[in-house]
């Protein structure tokens, strides 16, 4: 299963260019370059979606779990069969490391369809027994025709995060992939037609978020909203859908913090502390982008992570000794090197990287840069409140546990937190007073699927994740039976 060099929409288990006609450039990151075309769709291809998944859903929310249960596994095993092509294709379209693509992304990506492919055959409702009297019985049935919207970092992962519940609960689906990596999802689109995915179930457009994205958000008929991507993105698709009273769960922007206390293991600390730093260029939402050290430790811990960094491979994604990639974009990487230069403006020392990295030959003009460590900040600078999403880490000491929870709650996001400790009772204490929809413990992305996901304040609205995205995407009913 190889890419294509135009993409094309995926409407009613047909490959189809947009209505208009027309595409735009799809930009390889790490060479700089156009590789491949991406159809510029709008309401015109939401509403020919819209169509075929109402003329879908009769018969697919009333299809056994068990054969939807074999249709998403087929989906499944079909993307672990390609593992290469897809993982290739990520990583050409991402900027990432081939490697990472290979081991994490798409991995996780069959993981999905396997995850709630197998969960809908638990999914169970309740009953209320009222003595002598009725008994009450909840069904949770699926909503209709739904919207999932994802974002380019992780693109087939978290397309498939959003969709494989969607589906599995009995609802159709118009997805949407990011437009600056739409790839994985068109092979998608190709695997779901070989597993035998009934037409209209699933409609995959691509273009821009303003075109195609807010038309999904807007039609009345599609009635729910699932969404990751920045907070202020998220706000607009509230001031939309919100009015329109339509289920939301928006997955949205951190500022995370690593607390990193005198009595960690050090060593375990330190190794998890830079991936939890740097994993995919900082591109990941759960990075600890603010790390708090405490001051016993903290000399010994700079010198040691500006060491560390300063040994990171950035270079050819398709290298076995590459750590970090490309950036995205050429647009994404002027954003993360004004934050950098804003930090020393803001009064910060940049102790390593920041600078781009000169490649030669085919990747001479592609998105390259080195990781940065900052020291010197205050909390409260926009450096340390402001997401930059890109390989930047802040670091600063403190001294009480009081001190550490106020920098850690001082930003207006609560999506993760890790702390580092060998004192359980000061784990527990701490973990329940950081403002975070996840807080881990002595590790760092350490999931289990069957656990809620999301975060507080300005990072979203809402759970995904195990038997939380099942009831997102059905509607309960309480169905009440008077005995005679």
């Known amino acids: ?51 075929a998944a109402e003329r879908a859903f009769p018969e697919w929310s009333k299809t056994e779990p068990s054969t939807r249960f074999r249709i998403l596994t087929r989906i499944a095993d079909i993307i672990e069969q390609n593992l290469d092509d897809f993982a290739r294709a990520e990583s050409i379209d991402s900027g990432k490391p081939f490697a990472m693509a290979r081991s994490v992304d798409i991995p996780r990506a069959h993981q999905n369809l396997r995850f709630f492919a197998t969960a809908i ?37 978290l397309f498939t995060w959003k969709i494989a519940p969607a589906l599995a609960a009995g609802n159709c689906v118009i997805g949407k992939p990011s437009e600056m990596t739409p790839m994985t999802a068109y092979m998608l689109s190709k695997a779901c037609s070989e597993a035998g995915l009934p037409a209209g179930v699933l409609n995959i457009l691509h273009g821009h978020g303003a075109k ?24 607009k698709i509230i001031s939309t859908a919100g009015p329109m009273f339509k289920k939301l769960s928006l997955e949205l922007g951190g500022k995370n913090p690593n607390i990193i206390f005198a009595d960690c293991d050090f060593d375990e600390m330190m190794m998890t502390t830079l991936r939890s730093s740097f994993s995919n260029n900082g591109q990941i939402c759960l990075c600890g982008s603010r790390i708090y050290v405490e001051r016993p430790i903290y000399e010994k811990f700079k010198e040691e992570l500006v060491k560390r960094t300063q040994f990171i491979k950035v270079g050819d994604p398709f290298s076995a000794v590459t750590d970090l990639g490309a950036l995205v974009s050429e647009q994404h990487m002027k954003k993360v090197m004004s934050y950098i230069s804003l930090a020393e403006v803001e009064g910060g020392t940049v102790l390593c990287g920041g600078t781009p990295v000169e490649m030669k030959g085919e990747y001479s003009e592609g998105y390259f840069l080195r990781p940065a460590v900052i020291e010197g900040l205050p909390h409260t600078c926009r450096t340390n409140q402001e997401e930059i999403f890109g390989p930047v880490v802040t670091i600063a000491p403190f001294d009480t546990e009081e001190e550490v929870i106020e920098y850690a709650n001082s930003t207006q996001f609560g999506l993760a937190a890790t702390v580092w400790t060998k004192d359980i009772s000061k784990a527990n204490r701490v973990a329940e007073k950081i403002e975070s929809g996840i807080v881990w413990v002595n590790c760092w992305m350490v999931r289990d699927l069957r656990t809620p996901f999301g975060g507080v304040k300005s990072s979203g609205v809402g759970r995904e994740g195990g038997l939380e995205a099942l009831r997102f995407f059905t509607e309960q009913k309480n169905v009440c039976i008077k005995y005679s």
């Open 121 to 157: 055959l638990h999914f169970s409702s309740e009953s209320h027994p009222m003595q002598n009297e009725a008994i009450n019985y909840t069904l949770r049935q699926p909503i209709g025709v739904v919207g999932c919207i994802s974002p380019w970092n992780l693109p087939l992962y």
């Open 212 to 235: 195609v994205g807010q038309a999904i958000v807007e039609h009345p008929k599609i009635k729910a909203i699932s969404f990751t991507g920045g907070t202020n993105t998220g706000k």
């Open 1 to 51: 299963m190889t890419p294509d060099k135009y993409i094309k929409n995926y409407i009613d288990g047909a490959l189809l260019p947009a209505a208009s006609g027309e595409y735009f450039d799809n930009f390889n990151p790490a060479v700089g370059k156009v590789y491949s075309h991406i159809p510029d769709s709008d309401e015109r291809d939401v509403q020919q979606a819209l169509e």
